[in-house]
């Protein structure tokens, strides 16, 4: 029996076969599980593209966490047709050009709240609202895409506070949801080279030295299948007591110094 075999697993953010949602479905879908994959406006359509060109055999859904009527209504589509859900991976962020790369001063609010909206609420929001079905299920795991916050680095500026806000938002929801029997973990991945990764300005410079750096290594365009892995590892039933971690997958950057 495969680690996620009987599971229904829920994951937004699949755009295109370089993204880390993409390995994530991949391994969760050879692990077993049954996919619903989610995305919305012109998204949508690079998502079900992708799930057909792949052969990934999943539902695509529409959702946009912006929009209150859609969660629910993708929960309620998702009860009818399956009768619950085991796993939910959020792989969802966004930031507007002026938030990225210019510094902190001289961003206006609307920008700064649309990037904690989308990269960080979104995980409240959506635990929310499949709440009940991992209820149905006697519990499940809620696993986040993340990047370390613990420190600052070039450009990355105010995802880099949202990155931070999600990962104090995942400890409070594993406190809410414990009793409940649904965990919640992100896993903090190093550089990956994906779409919205080169949407960073700078991302070179982490490019050209993570994996000199990192003890074990890093190679920034095969190594986002280990954060797939790491994912499927965290929906499975492998960590039943495991809540309110990050999981570091970059090679052991983050462990050591300069």
Known sequence: MTLLEGKTILITGVLTD??????????????????????????????????????????????????????????????????RLDGLVHAIGFAPASALGNGMLGVGWDDVATTLQVSAFSLK????????????????????????????????????????????????????LGPRNVRVNLVAAGPVRTVAARSIPGFDRWEDTWGERAPLGWDVRADGDAVGRACVALLSDLFPRTTGEIVHVDGGHHAVGA
Do not use: C
């Not at 619903?36 to 690079?46: K, Y």
């Not at 499949?130 to 370390?148: H, K």
């Not at 450009?155 to 409070?172: C, F, I, N, S, T």
């Open 125 to 176: 929001v959506l635990a929310e609202a499949f709440l009940p079905l991992f209820e149905r299920a006697g519990g499940g795991s809620i696993v986040g895409l993340d990047f370390d916050a613990s420190v600052a680095w070039p450009a990355y500026d105010w995802m880099g506070v949202a990155k931070a806000a999600l990962e104090g938002l995942a400890r409070y929801l594993a406190r809410d």
């Open 18 to 83: 370089d993204s880390l949602a993409w390995r994530a479905a991949e391994h969760a879908r050879a692990a077993g599980a049954t996919l619903v994959l989610t995305g919305f406006g012109r998204g949508l359509a690079l998502t079900r593209r992708v799930a057909r060109k792949l052969d990934l055999e999943a539902e695509v859904l529409e959702l946009d966490v912006t929009d209150p009527a859609q969660p629910p209504a993708v929960a309620a589509t998702v009860a009818q047709r399956y009768g």
